[in-house]
């Protein structure tokens, strides 16, 4: 019997060490982690609440897009996380530091709780399925909160021992001495047990020391360059930066329907790139663009005020995703391209299947198909326009807007001698003052090559134009290649934009539509 109690008791003093030590990991983890929002400068949890979409996303939405609010929640965060860390890991008031801190988990879980296809992902330690950080973390505070306040050493089991020790040496009053017995008596805490229960505050030097040698390592980043902690990948959306748009963008109609004066371009969300030589580029967009960076991407662009993404069929399921998750509605305008790309250059696809992509697109819900620029070219320079009458009846008959595109003027001049007349057009449009414009050959560089012509062409055209190709791929800078399109008579600009570029583009935007584009000569038609 006497070996049995020995080994409880050892079994005992283990595990009051790992539930010490587990108390103390978990208030480490929330101290660093107000620590660390707090020095940021720039830490705002507007965009982990703002890409709620669970059943409370409403609710918290609403706090993301209220300045005052979000203010005083961020105030709340880190300041509970460091007063919650620093009970935790001297145990202090732990009971009360548990609680508090399960009521920050279950706000963050159920915020944004990883359960499959809802909302947009948030960055996280790795991918979960209903368990995940904070729900571990709830469960262990509940369970340290449970017990007993003198289980585990720390501050609260010193005063604790002391006030009992106190309250067993003082004499009970006489008239109540028969009455209510005196406490058993205890030995007051002696220096070991001090030490016992004191022995976390350690810890906490041991935390400073951490930080400084972070920060150190932090100085080395910014001196060379590097950065060793975080990547584009783990920003959900960069909400410091949306505080920086001037304002909201203008809207034009193409009949009954409304669209952004800027347009999302799809090519690089869909992994392409007109790289010119630099043959990486498209591998590298790929990878960029993984599934959550489109959707980021996408909301990104929706918070700046563009509401339309212009792309081909490849990306209709992954629109449907983004809409049944309820991440966003930004409508979608779809090119349909009928042309193959093989080692000898473009060829047409099959008529049939051709029609099948158009279909694709309209069946996941386009706003509007617009005939592909390469082939209205092809089709019209190989003297076969009753193609592309046959695609546009097949887009009418599913009462979706249409319309054609071009690389080349000829094409448009081709379509309008064929009675085509659609609702609207999408054209090139950029100048020619660029080096690579000026090289003797074609390397994949230049793709308006009359803008003049084209100008002049479109001022006598009654249907709204969407520009593409503004900026020559990257050739041209937004705030040469936007203002140039529009006062060229453009109503709507289509520019490929990255994530961190989107409030810089739009504030671009907005700064040449309300310049007044002096040399704008066509009417607005949209």
Known sequence: MADQASELGVVGRLQRALLTLLRIAIGWHFLYEGHAKFFSGSWTSAGYLDASRWFLGGAFQWMASHPAVIALVDAVNIGGQILIGLLLITGTLTRAASLAAIVLLLLYYLANPPLVGLGLAVPAD??????????????????????????????????????????????????????????????????????????????????????????????????????AVTAASTKTLDVASLRDLKGALPMGKIKDKVFSRLILGGNLLSGWAHSRDLIYVSQLVKAYHNKERIFATLLMAEKCGVNTLLTNPILCSLIEEYWKRRIGKIQFISDCAGLDYDDKGAKPTPFDKYLDKVRRAIDYGAVACYIQGETADYYIKEGQPDRLAKVIELIRKNRVLVGIGAHHLETLQGCVAAGMTPDFWMKTMHHHGYWSARHPEWHDNMYCNTPTETAAWMRERKEPWIAFKTMAAGAIHPKEAFRYAWENGADFVCAGMYDFQLVEDVNIALDALGSGLSQRQRPWMA
């Open 126 to 227: 790795g991918h979960y399925l209903v368990v995940d950080r904070n729900l571990i973390e709830l469960l262990t505070l509940a369970f340290l909160a449970a017990l007993p306040a003198t289980f585990l050493p720390g501050v609260d089991r010193w005063f604790l021992r002391r006030r009992q020790a106190a309250l067993a040496e003082a004499p009970a009053p006489a008239e109540r001495a028969e009455v209510r017995p005196r406490p058993a008596p205890a030995d007051a805490p002696g220096r070991r047990e001090m030490l016992a229960n004191l022995a976390s505050l350690p810890f906490l030097g041991a935390f400073a020391y951490a930080l400084f040698k972070k920060r150190q390592w932090s100085s080395y980043e910014d001196k060379n360059l590097v950065d």
